[in-house]
Structures are given as structure tokens and as C-alpha cells.
T-cell receptor
């Protein structure tokens, strides 16, 4: 059975801290891994990763995929209160449609 | 920036009633999806829709569920006879032909079945 596991489930940090969120997976027919940020509204797209070892970066956020060890990390440096959200990891597949399966999410709270 | 719009934001219904959840995807999106998230659980895939037909559905998407795109813009999810366990947040998503793998989500409809 396809599986996506995120850790930690929740995290509380102070502004300025750096955080690392983890997503490990066991799936057949892997196509890509995606990260989304979910506040009290629509999940918003952050990154899509398809190849191992290539870091994707956007401002203070970065992510990388390891297809050998079957995991990805999402790093947020110099955290701000606006980074408080649930971060979702999703996988898509080469077979079937482009549906996603999701992890449970990591709830990040950044304190001022 | 265009966005996916879902209405209503919150729907309260009695068990056994029919509900229709509505979504207006971004205009040039061609692939559409419904997901649901029961409180405290993972987001789960329900159904994908392309070219006016269902392309894949999950085990959750049984005969009580249906989807359609009645007028080329709205995309609806109907639950014929709601059960208590249908209470969840329902998300609509869409993607472009060129970047099918990246889905853009609506803010969701919270369905409460009493």
C-alpha cells in the first residue's frame, strides 16, 4: 500500500529559528513529490520535486528529494510568524491520473 | 491572480439530505479533482475528472457521490444521501494541461452532517 509519512506532526519554534520538516514515502510508480502550505484557506503550492539531489529554493524555503532513501525535507530558515501553517507533502504517480496522496501534514507554529 | 473558488464555505445538512458542493476552477484548467479531509485526518483523494468524464475514483467515491461540469465552468460534487461520516472539508483542485502535476486548490467547503 502506498504510504506517505510526515514528521514531526507538530512543531513550535520562535521567530528566527530554522526548521526542517520531513516527508518519507513508500509508493510504487513515483512521479513527483510536492509540498503545499495550508493556512486557514486553500493549500498553496510550494515546490515540486522529481529528481534526486536538486534543491529547489524560494526565498527562505528550500526543499530536496532523495529517491534512493525515499524522503524529502523542507527547510525554512529565519522563520516568521507568517510561516505558521500546516505543511503538506503529497505524491503523484506515473500510473493512472495525476491524483495526489497526502501525508498527515506537519503543523508549524512560530512564536513572536 | 486567478484562484479556485468553492461555495458554500460551510454547509450544514441533515442526514439523508442531498448536498451539492460547487467549484469554479481557474478558466484554463482542464483536469479537476475532489478531495476530502475528515477532521484530524489526512487529505484523501475522491475523484479526478477530465474531458467531461471521470478518469479515476477512489473507494470512497461510491454510488452516493457524483460529479459533473454542467455548464463548462462550474464543477460540482453531489452527495445524494448524506451520512454522518460524510462530515469533512471538501477541496476542489484543478491543473493545467502543461503542468498537470501541479494542482491548485480551492479554500474548501466544510460539510457538517447532523
Amino acid at each position: 500500500e502506498d504510504k506517505v509519512v510526515q514528521s514531526p506532526l507538530s512543531l513550535v519554534v520562535h521567530e528566527g529559528d530554522t526548521v526542517t520538516l520531513n516527508c518519507s514515502y513508500e509508493v510504487t510508480n513515483f512521479r513527483s513529490l510536492l509540498w503545499y502550505k495550508q493556512e486557514k484557506k486553500a493549500p498553496t503550492f510550494l515546490f515540486m520535486l522529481t529528481s534526486s539531489g536538486i534543491e529547489k529554493k524560494s526565498g527562505r524555503l528550500s526543499s530536496i528529494l532523495d529517491k534512493k532513501e525515499l524522503f524529502s525535507i523542507l527547510n525554512i530558515t529565519a522563520t516568521q510568524t507568517g510561516d505558521s501553517a500546516v505543511y503538506l507533502c503529497a505524491l503523484s504517480f506515473t500510473s493512472g491520473t495525476y491524483k495526489y496522496i497526502f501525508g498527515t501534514g506537519t503543523r508549524l507554529k512560530v512564536l513572536a | 491572480e486567478p484562484e479556485v473558488t468553492q461555495t458554500p464555505s460551510h454547509q450544514v445538512t441533515q442526514m439523508g439530505q442531498e448536498v451539492i458542493l460547487r467549484c469554479v476552477p481557474i478558466s484554463n484548467h482542464l483536469y479537476f479533482y475532489w478531495y476530502r479531509q475528515i477532521l484530524g485526518q489526512k487529505v484523501e483523494f475522491l475523484v479526478s475528472f477530465y474531458n467531461n468524464e471521470i478518469s479515476e475514483k477512489s473507494e470512497i467515491f461510491d454510488d452516493q457521490f457524483s460529479v459533473e461540469r454542467p455548464d463548462g465552468s462550474n464543477f460540482t460534487l453531489k452527495i445524494r444521501s448524506t451520512k454522518l461520516e460524510d462530515s469533512a472539508m471538501y477541496f476542489c483542485a484543478g491543473s493545467l494541461t502543461e503542468t498537470k502535476n501541479i494542482q491548485y486548490f480551492g479554500a474548501g467547503t466544510r460539510l457538517s452532517v447532523l
